[in-house]
């Protein structure tokens, strides 16, 4: 840790404060003058210790008028100073856990040096002056190819294929929110084009002239299979999905995924990531277009030799390197908040991927997939483990066939600690258990198993999976206890079931009747 002030009237060394607090709950932050009282406060948050502060100090805080210093310190009074060692006894372990990721999430954000803290107060000019964010970047190629977009051929209102999902619909009232975006991780530093919690407008907005493309099922009346299959329904307006598939040197495959989306409801376009040195593969396989080592787009559009009646439109790009982090890149060819990540040796069926979708949109700001794990404790290395085997428990879905939003592509690109990312390329693995880390220390929710289905087998695949190799779960294992140690804490979190969908395995007395999918 940097010093960003003095610590002239502080006790001691740096070196043997930060020891102390390190083993400390607890930090009396307090001091002959201004500078030393914020010392000692960011000197304990760096060291995830809970700040205690009498309130007649929180004015001396800095950017008190914008970070709520409650949510992750213990506040009190001068009268309170003969209690205090019983109040803070009291505290439960919910509450603590709770003031000490808070805490960590703000120095983090605000006070890792002194970069951050420049930044910081530039960004407190912004917020003054009423001024939104920029806009986060997206990932761009720099070739761009201008292609018309020809979608899926449908008669049905619910195969709308072209819905982009609208952006910055908060241009304006931003404003009635900077209190929430300060003290929330990831801050104020970019304004982004969607939000995964965004407010749900009430049912009567279905049915009492909304615009807003709702698709009640059965007009509003509700029904088995038969209706359920023409309409997303729900309290979310229709919308689309994107498919981002990570590949290496799997032509072959890749072919074959792209033609069973023929004819997917609600597919908008499918952006795959050629994560391989040299050759990209252009017009379904046939690899002609060679690549930069930078990021480029090396084709777009529909296949001219493709298979009559599939007319997917889809990109190929690139990253700036052979990484698995590609997988999280937000590019600028995805022009949807749900995106479905698919390895390129996993194949499902349109009813998977269209009843993991209607469950991903119940629960936008969780990771939503198909096959699932659990991270283990091990009592005798006292560390945490990648558990591999059938469990009535989860903590990860695996991002080889999961929806999540593209909000979550920013953070891990942009705002998650650059140590995890840089782990990942040292290992050529862990970048699913990196977005699992990333989504529940910002939701405190477990991910969601959608079907039973647990494991996919690929017998075309060969031996180049990077799965196959010896020391690939000791890897994963490495990887959740060091990001254990960037957050501070393991914030996956464990959940104990699956979603199906309503009538599965229903049995009909009206023969007329059919389940909302055949087999899922």
Sequence with gaps: MSEPFTDGDLPGSLDSR?????????????????????????????????????????????????????????VFTRSQLGILPSILKSMSDNDLMALKRRGRDLFMQYFANRDRIVETSLEVL???????????????TPYKKTISHLGLSSNADYLLNLRESPEYLSNYSFLIKQHHIWNTFPGPFWAYPHDPDKAVLPSEAKFR??????????????????????????DIESESFTILILTYKREQLLMQMIKDFDKLPNLHSVVVVWNAPGECVSQFGVA????????????????PNSTPGSSLFHYVVK?????????????????TEAVLSLDDDVFLTHEEILLTFRVWRENRERIVGLPGRLHSWDPESQSWFYNNYLSC???????????????????????????????????MNCEDIAINFLVSHITR?????????????????????????????TERSDCINFFSQVYGYNPLMSTQYRADSILYRSVFADPDMVACFDKV
């Design 393 to 427: 428990e989860l903590s990860l879905v695996l991002t080889g066939a999961a929806f999540l939003h593209k909000y979550y592509f920013y953070l891990y690109t942009y705002s998650m600690p650059a140590l995890i990312r840089a782990r990942v390329d040292q290992f």
């Design 18 to 74: 930060l020891s102390m607090l390190g083993n400390s709950t607890f930090a009396i932050v307090t001091g002959p003058n201004i500078p030393s009282v914020q010392t000692r406060l960011i000197e304990a948050l760096s060291q995830a210790t809970i700040p205690v502060v009498v309130t007649s100090e929180l004015h001396s805080l800095p950017f008190n008028d914008f970070i709520d210093w409650r949510l992750s310190c213990v």
């Design 209 to 234: 002239g909304s615009e807003r493309g709702f698709r009640p099922i059965n007009f509003g009346k509700g029904g088995d299979g038969k209706f359920f299959r023409l309409a997303l329904g729900g």
């Design 288 to 303: 002609h277009h060679i690549c930069a080592h930078s990021s480029s787009q090396c084709w777009g559009g529909r296949n």
């Design 445 to 473: 929710k477990p991910p969601i198993k959608a079907t039973a289905k647990r494991t996919f087998y690929c017998a075309q695949c060969g031996e180049d999976s990077l799965w196959i190799d010896s020391s690939h779960l």
């Design 319 to 335: 990253g700036p390197k052979n990484s698995l982090n590609n997988r999280f890149l937000p590019y600028e060819e995805i022009k």
């Design 126 to 140: 912004r917020s003054r002056v009423g001024l939104r964010a920029n806009p986060v970047p997206n990932y761009a």
